[in-house]
């Protein structure tokens, strides 16, 4: 039932590789590049009151790319089948990241208590094709606005970061901007001999056991048949749009108490994941389409828990939800269904057989596991994908001078299932970001949803 | 427990105490339950990480908590009901041995603690 850590070390400090969860990502923007004519990108993005010093932050994000060359490092498998790899030797002849400032001529953006504008370049960005094997961090945009207020975003592809990682880089960029540390400090869990990840049994026979498990489960959601906003297996080109909502300080104590008293002090996500699986289900109702079940991932955090975790590579499993919809209108009923499944997945060891089938996913195919992933929901992936990641960059108060009004992760969303929901919170506000295949969502049908959302989120 | 409603008070009283002593359990073997299973199998806590530490400062998260909870169930027979996930009672392993021995004790007919415990 417990999660053991592994004592393993990295063998060659020049070639880093992947962990199970960034093969199994790698595999979706192998799939997204194929059908979709996009990459698996995410973004995190900062807005800033005036005091915002780009030249600073493109001064210290060179020196950390310089120091950290995991962050242009490209993608390389040893054979056909081999181990998928991070070339730390050949990043010094990769370019980037790039760094570019923009001005915009829209007027300034307000106050974040009605549904927020950001610039439409954020959304190009995660909608861009890069060539193959290029990894890392992608690129940085700044746009400032009229009134010295800037927008940031940071793009990259997948697998460098999880949503927790990409925080703690902010951070780390902050530190070094501040000189509170040396650019050149590499995270200490990626280092040779480093603090332990998580770890499963040394015989690949227990750790196939353990795959095959997560495989039946999986292949058990099929029995009720699924439909995400967008449908099975778009082949159309990734239009991912972001919309971004803010409660007000009073609303969003007033909603984290609910959750806590609904769902738990610490397990307030099975309270938002309730509500997001409502609110899709609104819109499937309007639609006259509602499915059989919604399913949906909740990405697990695999890092020791309480000491200095690696910023670098994604460590998460998945536990998989699934209720008939029959069972969604009853809000209470949701949540004792939701908790009891959680239970009884972990109690199971599903999220450690998820990631004994994650490691297998760094020697196989990427199309092999896309297949496998899509083919027992009829090819839908999911209904849709959500996190809740609670406190945004707690300790993140100002960003190169500039101080921090508001963050939030974009996460990677493929073109199907289009659609993807992420709540935090930040200075006692939450907030939530839906990326979306924009002509999957008919402009009712958000309303619908964003209403949805905010009933029973306030009750 | 089939027929503990039956028992008078003082009978259920050394009823308890003897079914807590005959598993082992008293506060003080499930404060040290508690905080071993979160010092080696579920935290990388600092080395002086005691029954008196914050849990939530040493990382105990959702998963940690719910894989603690299993852990409990496996070691003693009995589920911590989840609205006992308090911020207090889950402030340190002492504050969440005493809230699940007294649940326990309480779910067994009582309405508090055994002060011996």
Redesign the interface.
């Known amino acids: 039932?417990?999660?053991r850590?592994s004592t393993r070390t990295l063998a060659h400090p020049t070639r880093l590789p992947l962990t199970g969860a960034d093969a199994f990502l790698l595999a979706f923007d192998a799939e997204t590049r194929r059908r979709n004519r996009a990459n698996h990108l995410s973004q995190i993005v900062l807005r800033l009151r005036p005091g915002f010093a780009p030249d600073a932050f493109a001064r210290v994000l060179d020196e950390v790319v310089e120091a950290n060359p995991i962050l242009r490092a490209p993608i390389r498998r040893r054979g056909v089948v081999g181990l998928a790899e991070y070339r730390l030797d050949l990043a010094p002849r990769a370019a980037g990241p790039v760094f570019e400032q923009h001005t915009s001529s829209a007027p300034p953006p307000g106050d974040w208590d009605a549904p927020a504008a950001l610039p439409s370049l954020f959304s190009e960005r995660l909608n861009e094709l890069h060539p193959d094997g290029r990894a890392g961090l992608l690129r940085a945009d700044a746009v400032r606005y009229a009134d010295g207020r800037t927008d940031l975003a940071l793009t990259w592809l997948h697998m460098l970061f999880d949503g927790w990682g990409s925080e703690r880089f902010l951070e780390f960029l902050e530190e070094c901007g501040s000189g509170a540390r040396a650019p050149d400090a590499v995270p200490a869990a990626d280092r040779p001999g480093a603090?332990p990840d998580v770890a499963l049994p040394e015989r690949s026979s227990e750790r196939g056991t353990m795959a095959m498990e997560w495989q039946r489960w999986m292949n058990g959601l099929g029995a009720l048949p699924v439909r995400s906003p967008a449908g099975p297996e778009r082949g159309a080109r990734q239009d991912l749009e972001i919309a971004r909502t803010h409660l007000t300080r009073a609303d969003s104590a007033r909603v984290s108490q609910r959750a806590s008293t609904l769902a738990?002090?610490?397990?307030p996500?099975i309270f938002y994941l309730g509500v997001a699986i409502r609110a899709h289900h609104a819109v499937m109702v309007k639609r006259g389409d509602v499915p059989a079940s919604y399913v949906v991932p909740l990405p697990?955090?695999l890092r020791?828990?309480?000491?200095d975790g690696g910023i670098f590579r994604t460590r998460v499993s998945l536990l998989w939800f699934q209720v008939p919809s029959t069972c969604v209108d009853d809000l209470g009923a949701l949540l004792a269904e939701l908790?009891e499944q959680?239970?009884h997945a972990?109690?199971g060891g599903q999220?450690e057989n998820g990631a004994a089938a994650m490691d297998f996913a760094r020697y196989a195919p990427s199309r092999l596991y896309g297949t496998l992933a899509r083919r027992p929901l009829g090819g839908e992936l999911c209904s849709f994908f959500f996190a809740y990641t609670g406190e945004f960059c707690p300790g993140l108060t100002h960003f190169f001078g500039g101080a921090v009004e508001d963050g939030f992760g974009v996460p990677s969303v493929p073109a199907s299932p289009g659609s993807g929901l992420v709540l935090a919170l930040h200075a006692g506000r939450l907030g939530y970001t839906h990326v979306r295949q924009r002509d999957a969502w008919q402009p009712g049908e958000l309303d619908v949803f964003r209403e949805q959302l905010a009933a029973d989120l306030l009750g | 427990v089939h027929g503990e409603n039956a028992l008078q008070p003082i009978h259920l009283f050394a009823y308890i105490a003897r079914k807590m002593s005959v598993n082992g359990w008293t506060r003080e073997r499930l404060t040290d339950l508690i905080h071993r299973?979160l010092r080696d199998?579920?935290?990388?806590?600092?080395d002086d990480f005691s029954p008196q530490s914050n849990l939530i400062e040493?990382?105990?998260?959702?998963?940690?908590?719910?894989?603690l909870m299993?852990?409990i169930e496996?070691a003693t027979g009995v589920w911590t009901d989840?609205s006992l996930?308090?911020?207090e009672n889950?402030e340190t392993a002492e504050t969440l041995a005493a809230s699940i021995y007294e649940y326990v004790a309480r779910s067994r007919g009582r309405t508090s603690a055994d002060p011996r415990g």
Do not use: H, W, Y
């Open positions: 039932m417990s999660i850590r603090p738990g002090f610490l397990t996500m697990v955090n020791p828990k309480g000491s908790k959680r239970r972990i109690r999220i | 299973i199998d579920l935290l990388a806590p600092q040493s990382g105990l998260d959702s998963l940690a908590v719910t894989q299993l852990a496996e989840e996930l308090t911020p889950l």
